[in-house]
């Protein structure tokens, strides 16, 4: 091959690889220009993340709203313990620990409840089971159809429901065949009656307490259960059959104080009378009155969270009538 020929494949050869090694660099410079866009382009999107980090008002950020608002349901009736309705708002007046309240709101509605029945089915009943069974027939036989209620029996340290919440008013069987044994964990029976009818929708609930003495076994105290039972507004009946109570002897124990103490503080009622028509009628009233109680708030000038008892008197315009409610309430505690 001519010299002249080989010098001309050099050159075309030097210029293809001139030309190669050119795009080569151009590639590498194209490939190499993007990381610093794509670096400008993902710093732009840490700075929202850190506003939204920073930013006191983040409504997603838990908000803790302190309010204290004070719930009564009074209860008005005659000298002849008649229930009483038509009043008005400015028919009622609200002290707590003696200084006057505004109230907040004022209702009067025909409302159905919901009752818990507590049996004493301790040692002690013996021959006075019949006269539990017949106070709880009388309770249940004057109920509304739209009202609810459940049965508990508690002995020994065993507190246990034995009719669940039902607006269908048999009575269970188990109540007739229940055999008095044991000691009175009667705390303890009230405390789980409360708890279950926090749990209820009825904004008004009660609890009807038969027993003939003081408690024995439980592990909660009379103190723990006045707070819980008046912090959500629970009225607790009482009926006594102590010794005092049916034979009209001299009380073994403190029991009938005790429960006329729950009745008062709660606004309930403590029945003295252990059977018979006194008592039917007597739980018609109750019936009629918790169906037909005024409902009132306030919001409470005192406004320490010292956890001190608050007493609550509600005073009416006229006379002749009287007011009942629960005494008073425990205030919350500040947190430490």
Known sequence: MPVKQVWQIWQMWQALLSSLLLLALVGFALSQEPLPK???KQQPEKKPEEKVEEKPDDPISPILVDTSVVVLNVTVTDFGENFVGGLKRSDFAILEDKFPQPIADFSVEVKPFAAAILIDASASMGDKMTLARSACTSFVD????DDVFAIYSFTGTKVKQVQDFSDIHDISDFLWDMRPDG???????????????LKRPERRRVILLVSDGADSTSKATLD???????DVGITIYCVDLSDRGVYKTTPRDNGPEIMKNLA???????YTSPGGGALREAFAQTVEELR???????????EKKDGKWRAVEVQLKNPALKAR????????????
């Not at 004057?142 to 159809?145: A, D, N, Q, S, V």
């Not at 723990?224 to 008046?230: D, P």
């Not at 037909?292 to 005192?302: G, S």
């Open 38 to 40: 794509l670096q400008d």
């Open 142 to 145: 004057g109920l509304r159809e």
């Open 183 to 197: 000691m009175t964990p009667m705390y303890d029976a009230l405390v789980k009656a409360t708890e279950d009818l």
């Open 224 to 230: 723990e259960v006045i707070r819980k039972a008046t």
């Open 264 to 270: 008062q503080k709660t606004g309930g009622r403590f």
């Open 292 to 302: 037909h109680q005024y409902t009132i708030t306030y919001e409470p000038r005192n």
């Open 325 to 336: 409610t629960r005494l008073g309430y425990y205030a919350a505690k500040a947190k430490k």
